[in-house]
């Protein structure tokens, strides 16, 4: 232990010091661990230190069987769960290739953009926290809520829904979710604008925000920036738009760009992601085709021998499910690509050079969740 | 570019290299550890391939042997590959460094490190990123073996 | 007619009759001294109670609302439980100066409350260097914040600490300067004559055009003063955790927090008595009745002190390198253009 301090206490200039942010910090939302070499108030180097809630999800599945495996996903990234199942559902379904029914592909398309929304509203008060403005947190709750509100008529869950299975959905929906979609999306397209009167407009804020934490376009795609972190470089990496899954083939919408690349960019894209959320659900709520809510599967799925990779687009960026199959009732190796785990690794580049108010902002505008980092 | 014409290519600048397409999605390319640095340049470079996102890197134990499988996308042309690299040393499996290519290989090879201890030569900060310096052994491998924290069915 | 005056004069002949003269005196000193403890405990913990439900009401909540009638009694219950608290600290803190910090952050800001002209007669003590006497105790606060987070031995305390004194030195001059403009006005640093000058119109209203300026550079630095939002660099939760008070717990963090709400209570009676007139009811209008003059003070002062906390609950927080920037490049050369505009206001005599 001694030696090792020697060693650390070496590869530090005269004026720098170490200092340990995390893994019980507020900014850090959860128990990652930042390893910050400082000047002063300034970012020397930015070292992550992970693992204080790896469950080692990757080993569990190679023991689970497919349907079990659903359920672990939603404890990655807790705050897209419906998109994490939907990732290994669809993973499966493929490799089976099941004829899903529309009703399925639809349904799952309207809760996974609910989900996005709910993340992103989650994402936006927290963020304001970051910078200081405390209101923030309980103006994106209180749209949140309706939201879980609804998710939990559904399928009884608020946050681990749970609610996809291999070969469709659980249960069919609620009677009242078409009625209550609209109602929420009535009402969040009265509330957004507040979000801008808040936050977005205050000249503090984007002083804070603007030529802050700036990654360009060549970085992002070399880092596998992916989700709005990725698109506030201006690169285009939407895999709703280019690997198309369930039924985001039948809508349009735009994938949100901007060419800044600093933190007010992500800022924005995510703002206008839920606007464009909002679109894709009104697009789909009205016309949900009648049918079965799933496919019969056998009890135990057993993969055929191979290799399968589905990618899908959580409130993040882009999930990764590669399974390799023996063709045993259980995966050989199962490997998420996490969104947030790239989109950690650049911080260090982004954050360097500037205060340690910045590291704040720019790690609240890459909306790191440790759970899908860690997994 | 098509999966054909990709193969054409590629294997025209490494006439060694296996190629399979069978049981996946992605074209598969197999490659000698001492091809690999190599070849990811390559891939990386070339205009024609300009495999730019690397979007999934993943250790896989197939107990014979310790592989990396890297999944390649093109951001300009759109189009796909893995490439498969194995070595049938486990004591002390090694392989080049990717990072120097592309800068997410950082992380994902810490972690590969880290789960399955394969090294990689030229990486700039090898070290354990998930588990603490003084732990045993290498989870994610097939023979790991821990009957106290494992429950296994 | 109840004044103050009369009060306080039966009190001091009755107490001057009982026991020897030196005796009295001390005894006399002590009475005042808790009736301002009095005050100063009472106000920190209902000004605590208001931000709260001021807060609430911004954030869309109740707030607390079930201890005593609309919550009224909840402060004194949190204090009863910080006194219950266990004192932990780091095993390597500077043990002395770790528990001295806290004094000086409640001594100086219970010493600033008693030069306040509350009513007519109603004040401690009324010296003729009355404001300078506010800005120098004032800036003592900051020595205890920096001793609190030298001493903490906790780095994340010693950056909050040195913020604290990059910040209050900084934002010292600009309180410092904003007043001396208004003292031009009055040409007086005494309180009661500042609050005597204002019974033909309150300053902000004399001083117009320059006293407004310098009303707005004043809350906007007072602000910084007391280090609240959006100058809270110094607590930072999402980036320091606690800031310089890291490490303090139990009665000895609420003696922060307590002076952080007495200092914001300061700085908003300061603003009253210099801008708005401390006691003086608008156009005279309880002239008669100079009792009255409490609630007028504590009514003006209470508004300003929710502006304070408007500020807070809607504002996000400058990183410092551009709240020095504020400050030096701005709100400084501001101010010391406009001590020369009202220099020539009143040379020309065109005071409203």
């Known amino acids: ?375 | 570019m098509n999966n054909e014409a990709l193969q054409n290519l590629i294997s025209s600048w490494h006439p060694d290299l296996t190629f399979t397409e069978e049981g996946s999605q992605f074209l598969n390319i197999s490659v000698q550890p001492e091809q690999l640095h190599n070849l990811m340049k390559q891939l990386k470079t070339n205009s024609d391939t300009h495999f730019d996102y690397l979007f999934c890197l993943t250790g896989v134990d197939w107990e014979s042997a310790l592989g990396v499988v890297y999944h390649l996308e093109s951001t300009t042309h759109r189009h796909a590959v893995v490439v498969k690299v194995q070595t049938e040393d486990r004591e002390n499996p090694t392989f080049d460094t990717v990072s120097d290519i592309w800068a997410t290989a950082e992380f994902h090879e810490r972690e590969v490190f880290d789960f399955f201890g394969i090294k990689f030569n030229n990486h700039p900060n090898l070290k354990r990123l998930f588990l603490t310096e003084d732990w045993d052994g290498y989870p994610l491998r097939k023979d790991y073996v821990d009957e106290i924290n494992m429950v296994v069915k | 007619m109840i004044r103050f005056f009369s009060i306080t004069k039966n009190i001091h002949e009755w107490l001057f009759n009982l026991m020897p003269e030196s005796v009295a005196s001390v005894v006399e000193m002590i009475l005042i001294a808790v009736v301002y403890l009095l005050i100063f405990a009472v106000a920190g913990l209902y000004l605590v109670l208001l931000e709260r439900r001021v807060a609430a009401w911004f954030q869309l909540r109740i707030g607390p609302n079930r201890v005593g009638y609309q919550g009224l009694l909840q402060t004194m219950a949190d204090a009863l439980k910080l006194v219950s608290k266990e004192l932990t600290g780091t095993e390597k803190a500077d043990k002395f100066l770790y528990n001295l910090a806290p004094y000086f952050v409640i001594i100086s800001s219970l010493m600033a409350l008693s030069v306040f002209p509350f009513t007519q007669d109603f004040q401690a003590f009324d010296i003729n260097i009355g404001l300078l006497f506010l800005i120098a105790i004032s800036s003592i606060g900051v020595i205890g914040i920096l001793l609190g987070g030298w001493s903490s031995n906790n780095k994340f305390a010693l950056i909050g600490a040195m913020r604290s004194g990059v910040q209050t030195i900084s934002y010292e001059l600009s309180v410092g300067l904003s007043l001396l403009t208004m003292v031009l006005l009055t040409g007086s640093l005494q309180l009661s004559e500042i609050v005597e000058v204002q019974k033909g119109g309150w300053l902000i209203v004399q001083g117009h055009i320059p006293a407004v300026i310098a009303f707005m550079i004043y809350m906007i630095a007072g602000t910084a003063e007391t280090n609240r939002a959006p100058f809270d660099l110094v607590e930072a939760e999402s980036e320091l955790g606690a800031g310089f008070h890291t490490e303090y717990s139990g009665m000895k963090f609420a003696y922060f927090f307590l002076a952080e709400f007495i200092n914001m209570f300061i700085i908003a009676a300061i603003a009253t008595t210099v801008f708005f007139g401390a006691w003086l009811s608008p156009f005279g209008i309880t002239e008669s009745i100079p009792i009255l003059g409490v609630v007028w003070f504590l009514g003006k002062t209470l508004i300003l002190v929710f502006l304070m906390m408007w500020f807070r609950w809607t504002f996000p927080r400058l990183r410092i390198d551009q709240l020095l920037t504020l400050e030096w490049k701005y709100l400084l050369p501001i101010n010391l253009i406009n001590i020369v505009v009202m220099a020539f206001v009143v040379w020309l005599k065109i005071t409203i």
């Open chain 1, 1 to 375: 232990m001694q030696m090792e301090t020697i060693t650390v206490n070496k590869s530090f200039k005269s004026e720098e010091y170490f200092i340990n942010m995390g893994p019980q910090h507020p900014a850090t939302h959860g128990v990652l661990r930042l390893l910050l070499t400082i000047d002063g108030e300034i970012i020397k180097k930015v070292e992550p230190d992970l693992g204080y809630i790896h469950r080692s999800i990757e080993k569990m599945c190679e023991r689970d069987s497919y349907q079990q495996i659903v359920h672990l996903t939603d404890r990655m990234d807790y705050l897209s769960s419906h998109i994490n199942n939907e990732a290994v559902c669809l993973a499966v379904e493929n490799a089976l290739q099941l004829e899903i029914p529309d009703r399925v592909k639809v349904i799952r398309t309207i809760i996974g953009e609910l989900t996005r929304i709910a993340s992103h509203t989650l994402w936006w008060g927290v963020m304001g926290m970051d910078v200081g403005a405390l209101t923030t947190y309980f103006y994106g709750f209180r749209d949140r809520e309706l939201i879980n509100d609804i998710f939990e008529e559904t399928c009884g869950a608020r946050l681990t829904m749970n609610y996809n299975i291999p070969g469709g959905l659980m249960f069919d929906i609620h009677p009242n979710f078409v009625k209550r979609t609209k109602e929420f999306i009535a009402h969040f397209k009265t509330k957004l604008p507040e979000y801008d009167s808040l936050l977005t407009g205050n000249i503090i804020f984007q002083k804070r925000m603007k030529g802050v934490g700036i990654l360009s376009k060549e970085d992002a795609i070399s880092y596998g920036a992916s989700g709005p972190v990725g698109r506030g470089s201006g690169y285009s990496c939407d895999v709703r738009k280019h690997h198309p899954y369930s039924a985001l083939d039948k809508v349009t919408f735009n994938e949100t760009l901007r060419q800044e690349g600093d933190s007010f960019a992500r800022y924005q894209v995510r703002i206008q992601e839920m606007w464009e959320s909002m679109s894709i659900i009104e697009q789909l709520i009205d016309n949900i085709p009648e049918g079965e809510h799933q496919v019969a599967t056998n009890a135990v799925i057993k993969l055929p021998k191979g290799e399968f990779y589905q990618k899908v687009e959580t409130a993040r960026g882009e999930l990764g499910v590669y399974i390799i199959s023996t063709g045993t009732k259980s995966p050989y190796r199962l490997k998420f690509r996490s969104p947030g785990f790239s989109n950690l690794s650049l911080l260090n580049h982004i954050a360097v050079g500037g205060k340690i108010g910045d590291l704040v902002a720019t790690m609240a505008t890459l909306d790191l969740v440790i759970p899908d980092i860690d997994r």
